[in-house]
């Protein structure tokens, strides 16, 4: 890089929450923005807060986000200096990077050299050892056949981890215990890939199952300085996919912080690097650490280094790639406090933590000290198939890590999210367990601890069909036009007739019966959920405004948010968020569904049919793969039986709950 070089306006070539945070710098730096957007994104709020946005193709990834011609062109267009990729997408492409420079442009990361180098994590491995930074025992796949990689495997010792050699987050990754099941995870872990990556490149590494995951923030500049900016634990995932994440990480001794960052700093320099970067490592219960990648980007979990140190890693980026040295030494960096970060995301913990589709119906983040909330959704925003299901980041900053962890569980409890199923619950379910609070933290904590969301409070879910049953009544009431002041709310010629409404929430019934009297009061009636007596309560509407309510029950006022989404009805307060359905005056018979289907657990794409009409399938055979939001969803049978049809075929869009292959299941005999 020769001289500084001046940045005015900045395409971001990334969309969400990401493309929010980088917009947030852009705007207090004082550089124009840009946005583009894919056809599913039109409407998003990353898409409006730009400068100016363009739209560069269909909802498909690889026709949008991951077209780099059609990003540089849309940076021609609107005359950006620079570009920031974000992460994902092609935030890892040196082909990317160097078109960028080609362009004209400034590529707001490292050199495109040291993105390569580190593309292959093949190619990692080996940089690496040659550095001396210690790695994890493994070999690369490429030029190895199936059976000369199970045999290498037998000889490295099962477990073993299956890694896409492109990848990251998790995509392309497969855990194989034993020879049996490596045939499978090869294909899938290839089929993934290319899917995520488009390379289906492989590596297969020792796996280390009670390991902890440590990273160390790097940062270089263009003029040869490079330091590290503490460590992260991002040991609590699901999937290989992080969850939670803190800094600094906890148990960690001032001679092993220091031996981590020089290990880091040492990887960066073998490979000439400059700007944001994570060398990720892992920590194994005797001590040791063993190198597992750098990845030559921002990462997701970067606010919590963030927090810690007081920087703005973002703007460091753009200064960097300006030209600008930076503006301090590794002596000049403290910790401060301690950070963490909780990601919220689309999907069903209950179902395996399946990605879950919809409509963001109610959306309000709590006002709390200390707490950052990085989104790219707000209300009304849709959630499809085509990204990664990653809603939102809830960051907690305090003196201490209880400190923190305690603000962090207070601010998901007040996060009001309904509409689509999250992992909301969930993620407070791990921060208050036993194990996370004294920071025993590894790999494999959700294996080792039985960490399940709590079953709703019954008494939450009772306010909240009262709040939706009431505010349903005064919308009715509204829209049909004023009434005479001596005539109440609900009137009726036989008042004394209660009205109802009846809900289901959270896979139990709600009865609520009201009779409404003059002053905006009630006489109420709720039964459910469950076989307990009814309760009878003294309701007021204390205030009513659009999406929002304040409740007087029996003397004592709660708010509540609500919003009607279609054939539901959201509510937030009381510590939590419900979806209520409201349950039909007269319901229809019940649908028949086909006997012994196999049916869709969400909206995405089918890859493969692995099975034929006529044919004989055992229980737990593979019927046919499901894609969504990146992953791959293997549909297997139930019971043994003959398969009587298969609706489908690879390529097909298929919703939820969409019967997808009818196998006829085998019936005993009776005794």
Known sequence: MHGPRAIRRVLVANRGEIARRVLRTLREMGIESAAVYSDADAGAPFAREADVAVRIGPASAAESYLDADRIVAAAREVRADAVHPGYGFLSENAEFATACEAAGLVFIGPPAAAIEQMGSKANARALMEAAGVPVIPGFDCADLDDAAIGARAEALGFPVLVKASAGGGGKGMRIVRERAGLAEALASARRESRAAFGDDALLVERCFEDARHVEIQIFGDAHGALV????????????????????????????????????????????GYWGAGTVEFLLDRSGA?????????????????????????????????????????????????????????????????????????????????????????????????????????????????????????????????????????????????????????????????????????????????????????????????????????????????????????????????????????????????????????????????????????????????????????CVHGAGTSSDLAPLPRFPEAAREDAAGGCAAPMTGVVREVRVAEGERVEAGRVLLVLEAMKMEHPLVAHAPGIVREVRVRPGQMVDPDEILIVVDADVEEPA
Do not use: M
């Not at 460590?231 to 992080?242: G, V």
């Not at 920087?311 to 401060?336: H, K, M, N, T």
């Open 228 to 271: 590290h900016l503490f460590e992260r634990d991002c040991s609590l995932q699901r999937r290989h996919q992080k969850v939670i994440e803190e800094a600094p990480a906890p148990g960690l001794d001032a001679g092993l912080r220091t031996r981590l960052g020089a290990a880091a700093v040492a990887a960066g320099k073998a490979i």
């Open 289 to 569: 650490f063993h190198f597992l990648e750098v990845n030559t980007r921002l990462q997701v979990e970067h606010p919590v280094t963030e927090a810690i140190t007081g920087l703005d890693l973002v703007r460091l980026q753009i200064e960097v790639a300006q030209g600008l040295p930076l503006p301090f030494a590794q002596d000049d960096l403290a910790i401060s406090g301690h950070a963490i970060e909780a990601r919220l995301y689309a999907e069903d913990p209950a179902q395996n933590f399946l990605p879950a589709t919809g409509r963001v119906a109610l959306w309000q983040v709590p006002a709390l000290p200390g707490l950052r909330v990085d989104s790219g959704v707000e209300a009304g925003s849709a959630v499809g198939v085509h990204y990664d299901p990653l809603l939102a980041k809830l960051v907690a900053h305090d003196a201490t890590r209880e400190e923190a962890r305690e603000r962090l569980v207070r601010a998901l409890r007040e996060l009001a999210v309904a509409g689509v199923v999250t992992n909301r619950d969930f993620l407070i379910a791990a921060l208050e367990a036993p194990a996370f609070r004294t920071g025993r933290v590894e790999t494999r904590f959700f294996e080792h601890h039985a960490v399940r969301a709590a079953a709703p409070d019954p008494a939450a879910l009772r306010l909240h069909a009262l709040a939706a049953a009431l505010w349903e009544h005064e919308r009715r009431r509204a829209e049909a036009g004023p009434l005479p002041p001596s005539i109440p709310s609900g009137w009726r010629n036989n008042r004394w007739r209660a009205q109802d409404a009846s809900y289901t929430v959270a896979g139990s019934r709600v009865d609520v019966e009201y009779v409404a009297k003059p002053g905006a009061r009630f006489d109420v009636r709720v039964s459910g959920p469950g076989d307990g007596p009814a309760s009878a309560h003294a309701v007021r509407i204390a205030e009513l405004e659009p999406g929002a309510l304040a409740l007087e029950v029996d003397g004592v006022r709660r708010r509540f948010l609500v919003a009607s989404d279609g054939a539901r009805v």
